[in-house]
Structures are given as structure tokens and as C-alpha cells.
């Protein structure tokens, strides 16, 4: 609060030394304008918050509020660039605007102007605007009309969680088949890595996800990988180092297609021509890897060792070499006392489900194998963070089809990183099972489980998952569970501030955070 006294007769000048004052002075102290009941600054988000500013104006002499009649308002927002623009969004004394400035720094005045002496008065609000879409789950799923959507959770910090709709604008593409969200961001602040891939039965597309979500371009339109080697249309179905914590390598990364495993620095760019997914230097054929590289999950050198498995020859094989040299994919050696083969030739195995997970200081693989006799296993083992060691297995778990229910009607799975235990969806029920101790437990969350997997991005927690549901009147319902600290209890705990509620049949969601 400012108070503001003018000299209207007399004024009394010392140069040089003093002289004798024989001068008459008036003083007429004037009633000032005072505002009140302003902040000094805001943080909001853009599109979705309002502000909502009633200032009260009082004298500074009398401290009585003054005739609003007496005044002209205005409030203006600043840009504070170099270009300097000044924006007037209402000439009401009492402020309701819905903020529609881009993100980035501005100040908000309120001007009062004296209609009689032409006196005005102003009141400086930074504001600090953020766009909605920097901290948050994605929501990918399908429309009642068939289309895709992109919906958003957001939880920007220290704001209150809202879901907005339709981040991503779909009504010319119309896009159909949601599949998969890839984002590939770093808790370190680099910035340059963040990037945003959608999945659908239609394409793989890389997104803009700074301030909107726009389709930057389509994967096989872009360049991004280009070889000799007969392929089938690219659709990404995985990119690696992609660790359960945003934890992304710094300069090398990898993707793997319906056939192709590609690996390279990232520095100068995405850019990929030589495939790995082949047994040899000279090799000329490729093999099918599964859409899932094993490595460390919880390492920035995760690059280091990456094991990709062999769908056509039962395999796991390792990245020879590191990504700048990598030119194949080598078999590694089994010995007597393994608790499991890399080679699944010998056991008649095949792969079900496999993930990274982050249950000790570097994180852990697990693998759930089927048999022939339909029966299934489960298989752990680490990947080393530097390539002058072998990656170690860790054990293998045979699971007694009959305490664990259904699990061969299972549409989706996650392994846990607090407990050495396999999560599993079927129609509308969860399920989780202790392999070690052979305990089940579940619950029946009364509609269509279309997503699930385990959550560690948000919280770094290690005990929690994520499901999405889906019917008809109720339509979708993302939540989140925890599987509790007891080692000896396998069960699902609520957490009731973590439901959210969308009109999409959710088919993915992706934890977002931006670069600082």
C-alpha cells in the first residue's frame, strides 16, 4: 500500500550552503487511492483455471471505500518480452477471466482511474501461467464412436487434479484403434529427449507435448528409420532404455517394430539404417523379437546391456556390443546349474509376458514362460549396468495352474517390484499371486478390465498399479491400487483419492512429467 502526499505552494532549495527561509508554505495533504484485497502474484493454468479478483478501493486519509462512480477500471496482461504487449481483458472493477494466454511469465495490472482529476492508480500481479499437460497420466483409448481420444489427468504441482478432454483434436484424421503410448521423457532435466509417441492400428506418430498435442508426423513418413533390409510398415512397440521411473538413457536409445530392433545415439537425432535383430554380422535375416527389451530399470547406463528374445528360435540374446558398434544380437551360454536356459529350445517354452521392474538398486527382469504341457514358469534375472559383465539369473518359479485361477485366460499382466508376485486381469476381475508362497488373491472391480500395469513413475513408489475399466453406463475408470507392505500377504488396497473417471475405453495410460 502506497500513500502519495503533493507539494502544491512553496518550495525550498539549498545550493551550495544555506540561506535564511522567510517563505510561506501550504501543505493540502490529498485523499489517495489504496487497493486492497489483490495478491502480489498467482500461479494458474492455461485453459483451465479462472481468476477471480473483487479489489476494494479506500481512501488513505479516511480508510473509507470510495464511490466506485468515481472510476474507470481496467485490468491489462503483460507479456514482459521484448515485444512488450499489453492485453486488456475487461474494463469491469471486479475481475472473472478465464486465462487463455499461453504458458510462460506476464504480470496482471488493475488500473482505477480518477474520472474527475484523471488520477490513476495501479495494482501488479505476477502470474505464472503453466500449461495443463506438463505433469500427468495420458489416457489413450477408444470413443463410442469408434474413434480415438486422448484424454489427460493432469496433476500439475501444487494444483488441484482435474481430467481434461480431448487433448488431442481427432476430428479431421479421425483416427481409429487406440494402441499404445511411448513417452519418453528424463527426470534430469534434459529436455531434448522428450518425446511423445501414439500407437494406433493405423500408424505410430510422434506428438508435439510442450503446450498441445499435435501430430508432428507419422513414423514411416519421417525418415526416422531407413534400411535395406525387407520389412514389414513400422509401428513401434517399444522404446529402450524405458525404464518403469522416466529414467531414459542420455544419448543412446532403441526401438523395436513388429521386425525390426534398432539401436543407435540420439544426439544428432533419431536416425536408424542397420537392424540388430539378426544372429550375425553378415547375417541377411532377421529374426521376430518380442515388443519388450530387458535391462536394468532403474539405471541411467541400462544402455549398457540390452537382451532382446527370439521369437522365432525361442532365444534370449544380448546386443553385441554397445549401441554406436552394436551390429547383432549374440547367444549367450547355458550351464547345468542354471536355474533356467536362454535358449527355450530344449524346455519347449515360450514367452507370455515380460518386464523390467525396480526392486533393488539397478532392477530386475521377469519373464512368464508357457510350456507345451501348458503349464508355466517364471524366470528372473539382472542386466548388468556396464558391458564387461554377463547378466545373472536370478531364479525360476514353477506356478501351480490350480491356485492360480484362470491365469491362462489372462489379458494383461504385471509383475510387482515390492513382493516376487505376477498381477493378472481377467473380464472383470484381479488377480495377484505369490509364486513363492503360492497364495492368490482378488478382486472384482464390476466392469471390463481393458488396462493394467504396474506404477512406479508418479510416486516411485514399488507397491502400486494402475487399471483402467470400462461398461456402458458407467463408461471408463482409471484407479490406482496398492499391493501392501505385508511380505507374507498377497492383497489389493484402494486408494479412493485415485479414481478418475473418463468417457474412453482406455487402452493405455502414460505417466508425463516435463524437463525443468
Known amino acids: 500500500m502506497k500513500t502519495i502526499k503533493y507539494l502544491l505552494s512553496g518550495l525550498a532549495l539549498c545550493l551550495y550552503g544555506c540561506v535564511e527561509d522567510e517563505g510561506n508554505y501550504n501543505y493540502v495533504e490529498i485523499n489517495d487511492l489504496v487497493i486492497e484485497n489483490l495478491p502480489g502474484s498467482a500461479n494458474v493454468m492455461s485453459e ?31 507479456n514482459g518480452v521484448l515485444d512488450h504487449q499489453h492485453t486488456v481483458i475487461s474494463h469491469e472493477k471486479n475481475l472473472n477471466y478465464k486465462v487463455d494466454v499461453k504458458p510462460g511469465s506476464y504480470t496482471l495490472y488493475f488500473f482505477a482511474k480518477n474520472n474527475q482529476t484523471g488520477i490513476e ?63 519418453a521423457g528424463d527426470y534430469m532435466g534434459d529436455g531434448w529427449q522428450q518425446t511423445l509417441w501414439m500407437m494406433t492400428k493405423e500408424g ?209 499382466y504385471a509383475f510387482t517390484s515390492n513382493r516376487e508376485a505376477i498381477v493378472y486381469a481377467v473380464g472383470s476381475k484381479l488377480y495377484q499371486y505369490d509364486y513363492t508362497r503360492n497364495q492368490l488373491t482378488s478382486t472384482d472391480l464390476k466392469a471390463e478390465i481393458t488396462f493394467m500395469k504396474a506404477e512406479y513413475c508418479s510416486t516411485g513408489q514399488r507397491d502400486q498399479i494402475i487399471v483402467a475399466t470400462y461398461d456402458s453406463t458407467n463408461k471408463g475408470t482409471v484407479r490406482k491400487f496398492s499391493l501392501g507392505s505385508d511380505a507374507n500377504k498377497v492383497e489389493f488396497i484402494e486408494r479412493p483419492k485415485e479414481i478418475w473417471n473418463t468417457k474412453l475405453k482406455v487402452k493405455d495410460v502414460e505417466w508425463k512429467i516435463d524437463a525443468m
Open 48 to 78: 483451465i483455471d479462472s481468476l477471480h479478483y473483487s479489489p476494494v478501493l479506500k481512501g488513505d486519509l479516511d480508510e473509507k471505500e470510495v464511490d466506485d462512480n468515481m472510476y474507470t477500471f481496467k485490468w491489462q496482461i503483460c
Open 121 to 183: 492508480r495501479s495494482w501488479g500481479i505476477s502470474l505464472n501461467v503453466i500449461a495443463p499437460i506438463t505433469r500427468g497420466f495420458l489416457l489413450l483409448g477408444d470413443k463410442e464412436d469408434g474413434t480415438i481420444g486422448l484424454d489427460m489427468i493432469s496433476m500439475p504441482a501444487g494444483k488441484d487434479t482435474t481430467v481434461i478432454e480431448d487433448v488431442f483434436d481427432n476430428s479431421e484424421m479421425r483416427l481409429t484403434g487406440a494402441d499404445k503410448l511411448i513417452y
Open 204 to 412: 505410430s506418430y510422434r506428438m508435439t507435448n510442450a503446450e498441445n498435442f499435435d501430430i508432428i508426423n507419422e513414423v514411416n513418413e519421417s525418415g526416422m528409420i531407413e534400411t535395406e533390409f525387407e520389412h514389414k510398415r513400422i509401428q513401434i512397440l517399444d522404446l529402450f532404455p524405458g525404464a518403469t521411473t522416466q529414467l531414459r538413457s542420455n544419448m543412446y536409445r532403441g526401438y523395436i517394430t513388429e521386425d525390426l530392433v534398432v539401436f543407435n545415439s540420439i544426439i544428432l537425432g533419431e536416425y536408424f539404417s542397420t537392424p540388430l535383430n539378426k544372429t550375425t554380422t553378415t547375417s541377411t535375416t532377421l529374426f521376430k523379437p518380442y515388443p519388450q527389451a530387458f535391462h536394468a530399470g532403474y539405471s541411467r547406463m541400462a544402455y549398457n546391456f540390452v537382451v532382446i528374445y527370439d521369437m522365432d528360435d525361442q532365444c534370449f540374446r544380448r546386443i553385441q556390443g554397445l549401441p554406436y558398434s552394436a551390429t547383432h544380437c549374440a547367444t549367450m551360454s547355458d550351464y547345468p546349474s542354471d536355474p533356467f536356459p536362454w535358449n527355450q529350445t530344449d524346455v519347449k517354452r515360450t514367452i507370455v509376458y515380460g518386464e523390467n521392474t525396480i526392486d533393488d538398486a539397478t532392477g530386475s527382469s521377469l519373464v512368464l514362460m508357457k510350456g507345451e504341457d501348458g503349464g508355466y514358469i517364471v524366470y528372473k534375472f539382472r542386466c548388468p549396468t556396464s558391458s564387461y559383465y554377463l547378466p545373472t539369473k536370478l531364479g525360476s518359479w514353477s506356478v501351480d495352474t490350480n491356485a492360480a485361477t484362470d491365469l491362462n485366460k489372462a489379458t494383461h
